[in-house]
C-alpha cells in the first residue's frame, strides 16, 4: 500500500509577533501601576514628615511651657523656703547673683529666667525677668533683656542694672501685674564675672507709691517718706558742692561695648543745692530723632539730668553747667530744666583724643543761681 504526504499551507499571520505585542502591553499597564503606587508612596512620606515636623514643633512648645512653669514653681518654692526679711520699708536695692553664667550665656533667645519673688515697702509679688540672649524684639546681637515685674496699683522710678552697667532712671505706672524694662540692655558677655563664673542683676528703687484696692472704697498709699528724708538730707550735706567727677573705667572697652544712641549712666547725686542729678554719657554719640542727621562719626555726647520738673515752686530750674570729658571743656552754659528731659551737647568732642588712658574722667561743674541768692540773703 503506497503512503502520500500532503503538505498544507501554512496559516495566514504569525503568532509570535502577536504574543510579543500582548507581553509589551501587559509590561506598560504594569510599570503604570507601579509608576502609581510609588507617587502615591512618596505623596504619603511627604504627609508623614510633615505631620511629624508638626507634632515635634508641638512637643517642643509643650517641653517649653513644661519648663517654664517648672522654673516658676522652683522659684515660688524658693521664695516660700526662704527666711522673713522682716520690715521691708527700709529697702532700697537689690542684688540677684545667677551662678554658673557659662551654662546660660547660650540658652536660646526668647528664653527668660526669673528671680523669686520680693517685695519692698509691703509691695508684694515683685519679680526681675532676665532674657540672657534677649527677646525677639532685641535687635542687638549679644544684648540681654532685663525686666521689672509688679503688681497693679505700683508707680515707682528705678534704675536697673547688669554686672556694673546701669540703666538711667525709670518711671513705670503698673495698670496690671506686668514687666517693664529694655529689650536691648547691654552687651552680655562684657559684663560676666570670670572669677566667680555669675553674672550681677540689681534693681534700685528711686521712689515708689502703691496703690492698693483693699475694700470697696477704701485705697491703700505707700510713698516712703525715709526716702524723700535721705535725699533731703544728702541735699543739704553737699550744697556748698559745685563740681562732680565720675571715672569710667575701661572706657575703651566700655565705648566698642555700646552702639550709637547707648548711654552711659552714673549714679545720682546731690550738688549745689540740686537734687537727683545724673550724667549721662554717649561714647559713640545719640541716635538722631526720624528725620534729623546723626552727630558726626567719632564724636561722643554729654547729658546732664536734674529734678526740674514742671509745677515746680519758682518756675524750672535754671543752672550753669560747665562740662568736661578728658581735657575738653564746655560752658559756662546756661541751662534750663523744665521736665525730665537731659540737656548737653551732642557733639562734645572726639572721643579718641581723649582716651589717652585706661579709663576716662568726665564730669560737671554747677552754679545754682538760686542757692546763690540764698547765702545772700543770709550773710546780709
Known amino acids: 500500500v503506497g503512503h502520500s504526504l500532503s503538505f498544507l499551507p501554512a496559516a495566514s499571520g504569525d503568532p509570535w509577533p502577536r504574543a510579543q505585542r500582548g507581553m509589551s502591553q501587559a509590561n506598560e499597564e504594569l510599570q503604570f501601576k507601579v509608576d502609581q503606587l510609588a507617587f502615591r508612596l512618596e505623596e504619603q512620606s511627604k504627609k508623614q514628615a510633615q505631620a511629624v515636623a508638626a507634632l515635634k514643633a508641638e512637643a517642643r512648645q509643650v517641653k517649653k511651657g513644661l519648663l517654664a512653669a517648672l522654673e516658676q514653681g522652683r522659684s515660688k518654692a524658693k521664695g516660700a523656703e526662704r527666711p522673713s526679711l522682716g520690715d521691708d520699708s527700709f529697702i532700697r536695692r537689690l542684688e540677684w547673683r545667677i551662678e554658673k553664667y557659662s551654662s546660660i550665656k547660650d540658652m536660646p533667645k526668647n528664653e527668660a529666667i526669673w528671680s523669686v519673688e520680693f517685695s519692698v515697702m509691703g509691695v508684694p509679688d515683685m519679680q526681675l525677668e532676665f532674657f540672657p540672649q534677649g527677646r525677639e524684639s532685641t535687635k542687638r546681637a549679644g544684648f540681654c533683656a532685663l525686666f521689672l ?22 518711671e513705670d505706672h503698673y495698670t496690671s501685674r506686668m514687666g517693664h524694662g529694655h529689650s536691648n540692655f547691654c552687651m552680655l558677655d562684657s559684663q560676666k564675672d570670670e572669677k566667680t563664673d555669675s553674672i550681677l542683676i540689681g534693681l534700685e528703687i528711686l521712689s515708689l507709691h502703691y496703690k492698693q484696692e483693699e475694700a470697696m472704697g477704701i485705697q491703700l498709699f505707700n510713698a516712703g517718706p525715709e526716702a524723700m528724708v535721705q535725699r533731703e538730707i544728702a541735699v543739704l550735706s553737699n550744697r556748698a558742692m559745685d563740681c562732680v567727677e565720675w571715672r569710667i573705667k575701661g572706657i575703651a572697652q566700655r565705648a566698642k561695648d555700646a552702639p550709637r544712641g547707648t548711654a552711659l549712666c552714673s549714679p545720682t547725686f546731690s550738688i549745689a543745692g540740686v537734687r537727683e542729678m545724673m550724667l549721662e554719657f554717649y561714647p559713640n554719640g545719640i541716635e538722631a530723632p526720624a528725620g534729623g542727621k546723626d552727630p558726626r562719626e567719632g ?12 509745677g515746680r515752686p519758682g518756675g524750672p530750674l535754671i543752672l550753669h553747667l560747665t562740662l568736661f570729658v578728658g581735657s575738653a571743656k564746655k560752658g559756662p552754659i546756661r541751662t534750663e530744666f523744665d521736665g525730665s528731659a537731659a540737656k548737653g551737647l551732642p557733639e562734645f568732642c572726639k572721643l579718641e583724643e581723649q582716651m589717652d588712658s585706661e579709663d576716662l574722667l568726665v564730669g560737671v561743674q554747677v552754679t545754682n543761681p538760686e542757692l546763690a541768692d540764698e547765702l545772700h540773703e543770709l550773710t546780709i
Do not use: D, M
Not at 153 to 164: A, H
Open 149 to 170: 515685674w509688679c503688681p497693679e496699683g505700683v508707680q515707682i522710678r528705678y534704675r536697673l542694672c547688669v554686672g556694673s552697667h546701669w540703666s538711667g532712671p525709670e
Open 299 to 310: 564724636y561722643c555726647g554729654f547729658y546732664v539730668r536734674a529734678n526740674g520738673g514742671k
